[in-house]
């Protein structure tokens, strides 16, 4: 297809406003596939992408489309994830197309997710298009949400297109206006080789496919072709596009996006953002804003069973075969016994794997206090990466710590602005910047990673009523007074649980935990002292009483059907128990005694 019949275009919009709903109807009407194909083809589609976990990877589909003006145009949109975990993997997607269409809810208006999306569509120098989604509904308020579009994000909204994607209206028009409205792609068919590597993942019977972007010159099967960044080499053995099921083609021109595949053994052997070129004549330069994904959140999954350490395994090797980002290696720990240390790039990332691992693989976890990379400065003067408390070098060899910071840019409506900056600052944040957008409040922060990756987001929107978006930027190590503190349970300490924390909040931390802890572990036979610690300095403390009677015994002995559900619930319970020593400490009670609120 020559350049100019191609538009190619991302869809950017807050949850539910109607992003699958518009792009089924785009589809459909072009006659891509036909309405009893449609459903089966996008189950299909829809099975990979649940297979793949949410909306992370990036689908694509190519449309035709029989414009107005009598010519066929070849429309292709890419899907791209919505959340700051894959902000990085978002800025590819969007910088393989050339424009986006900004669909909101007419009857809602701007919400925060769509904020930071069309930022990164701003920023990729996309041609904008606001799509004004639901207009069949009474409640829909058009006018008033051009409005806000033009104040709060600050692009024209005068040629708002009104759609219904549910009722068809208003799809014709969206579809010329893609045509109309939004750049053709340029580049050069006789120039060398430049693809945009921009998703790839595995797939049961292909092996790894590859989500390309042409740039430049022509891709070819039998091609034999080079990624810039990472040097490897590969044949061509399929090319082809999605029409949403995958069709085969003889080559893709510039412009084009469709997939390759080429016996790559594993989806981390390709890096997203990597420039695909040809081995012989290849071009000179790669495409600028590459970056690496590595993992900046640890934590450490350990099965609830330890027999079932090995199907463990098994599930992590089988969902990193997909996930390139994610990483993994064993972990022993005193109190948990064999697991994985797993990094991951955020902490939807982290939740997302074990959901999945607990869901689809049916084992029970223990996730450990998610923790960042400290730097650890020894006396001897060589550093060492601190990825698990655990692994804390004894003190008397060490000089000093430095932590990851992030620049953090939180948008939020005016009436929930004092909680988020009592929030920030609660997290050892300072504040940076504080300006208006319309009604909106924008304030920068620089907070400790620390402070962000357990349930900073969590509180964020919950003191928002999710009103706010939230992004960040790693900004680099500083130093600052840092120490471990462990917790003992009846005297016993356990890793699973020691955390890195500012010296000025342990006590704080370190009596929340406690006071948790206790709330959190059943009562036992015995007294069982619940400490925290630094070094060998008890700083807080607290005493779980002893079980004084048998559970049964508030039962009055006579009603049996009750005695027998209240031990059914016990044994119930104890199968999500951990055994410490003599106590049993309950699987929740790892990641509820670290909850700050
Ligand atoms: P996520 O996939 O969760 O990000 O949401 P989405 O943005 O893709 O929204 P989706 O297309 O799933 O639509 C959300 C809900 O809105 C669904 O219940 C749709 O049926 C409904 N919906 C979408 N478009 C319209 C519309 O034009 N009118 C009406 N009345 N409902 C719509």
Redesign the pocket.
Do not use: P, Q, R, Y
């Given at each position: 297809t020559d350049l100019d019949h191609i538009r190619n275009f991302s869809i950017v919009?807050?949850?539910?406003?109607?992003?699958?709903?518009?792009a089924d109807r785009l589809i459909q009407s072009t006659n891509t596939v036909s309405e009893r194909e449609m459903k089966a083809q996008l189950l299909d589609a829809m099975d990979i992408e649940r297979e793949r976990g949410i909306?992370i990877k990036a689908n694509t589909v190519r449309i035709e489309y029989r414009a107005k003006d009598g010519e066929v145009y070849v429309l292709n949109l890419i899907d791209t994830p919505?959340h700051v975990d894959f902000a990085y993997e978002v800025s590819r997607s969007m910088r393989a197309v050339e424009g986006s269409l900004l669909?909101v809810d007419s009857t809602q208006g701007v919400e925060a997710q769509t904020l930071a999306n069309v930022y990164q569509a701003i920023d990729a120098d996309h041609d904008i298009v606001p799509v004004l989604?639901?207009?069949?509904?009474p409640a829909s308020e058009p006018e008033r949400v051009k409005e806000q579009i033009e104040d709060v994000i600050g692009i024209d909204a005068s040629d708002a297109l009104l759609?219904?994607?549910?009722?068809g209206l208003g799809i014709e028009d969206t579809l010329e206006a893609i045509v109309a409205r939004l750049p053709a792609p340029k580049g050069d068919r006789n120039a060398p080789l430049k693809a945009m590597l921009v998703d790839s993942w595995y797939d049961a019977y292909l092996g790894v496919v590859v989500l390309v972007r042409i740039m430049d010159g022509v891709l070819k099967k039998g091609d034999q072709i080079k990624m810039m960044q990472t040097g490897a080499r590969y044949p061509v053995d399929r090319i082809g596009v999605f029409r949403p099921a995958m069709q085969t083609v003889d080559e893709l021109g510039p412009g084009e996006i469709g997939f390759l595949t080429a016996q790559i053994k594993q989806v981390r052997d390709t890096k997203v953002g990597d420039t695909i070129t040809t081995e012989k004549k290849g071009c000179e330069t790669p495409l600028p804003g590459f970056k690496p994904s590595v993992p900046v959140v640890f934590c450490g999954l350990f099965p609830v069973d330890s027999a079932e350490f090995e199907d463990l395994r098994d599930a992590i090797e089988k969902l990193a075969l997909n996930d390139a980002s994610f990483s993994y290696e064993m972990e022993t720990s005193a109190a948990l016994g064999f697991g994985f240390r797993c990094g991951f790039l955020g902490l939807l990332h982290l939740e997302v794997i074990r959901d999945r691992i607990e869901r689809e693989y049916d084992i029970e976890l223990i996730t450990t206090a998610p923790s960042v990379i400290y730097h650890v400065y020894m006396r001897d003067g060589t550093m060492v990466e601190l990825h698990n408390p655990a692994d804390m070098p004894d003190l008397t060899h060490v000089d000093h710590l430095e932590e990851p910071r992030i620049k953090a840019t939180i948008m939020v409506p005016d009436e929930y602005l004092g909680d988020v900056l009592k929030l920030c600052q609660d997290r050892r944040g300072i504040q940076e910047d504080l300006t208006y957008a319309g009604a909106r409040a924008m304030v920068v922060y620089d907070l400790p990673l620390n402070e962000v990756v357990f349930d900073f987001y969590d509180r964020l929107k919950s003191v928002t009523k999710g009103y706010a978006s939230f992004d960040y930027q790693m900004m680099g190590y500083r130093q600052d007074n840092l120490v471990k503190m462990s917790i003992l349970v009846n005297d016993e300490p356990v890793d699973a649980l020691s955390i890195m924390v500012h010296r000025d909040r342990a006590e704080m931390r370190g009596r929340a935990m406690c006071e948790k802890l206790k709330d959190l572990i059943p009562r036992h036979m015995f007294k069982i002292p619940i400490q925290a610690a630094i070094g060998g300095k008890v700083i807080a403390r607290e005493t779980l009483a002893a079980l004084r009677k048998d559970v049964t015994a508030k039962c009055y002995g006579g009603d049996a059907t009750r005695k027998r559900k209240l031990l059914d619930k016990q044994k119930a319970g104890k199968k999500k128990m951990r055994q410490f020593g003599k106590v049993d400490i309950p699987q929740e009670a790892f990641i509820s005694a670290l909850k700050m609120d």
């Open positions: 919009a807050h949850i539910d406003h109607g992003k699958s709903t518009l909306t919505g669909v989604n639901k207009i069949d509904l759609v219904s994607a549910k009722s």
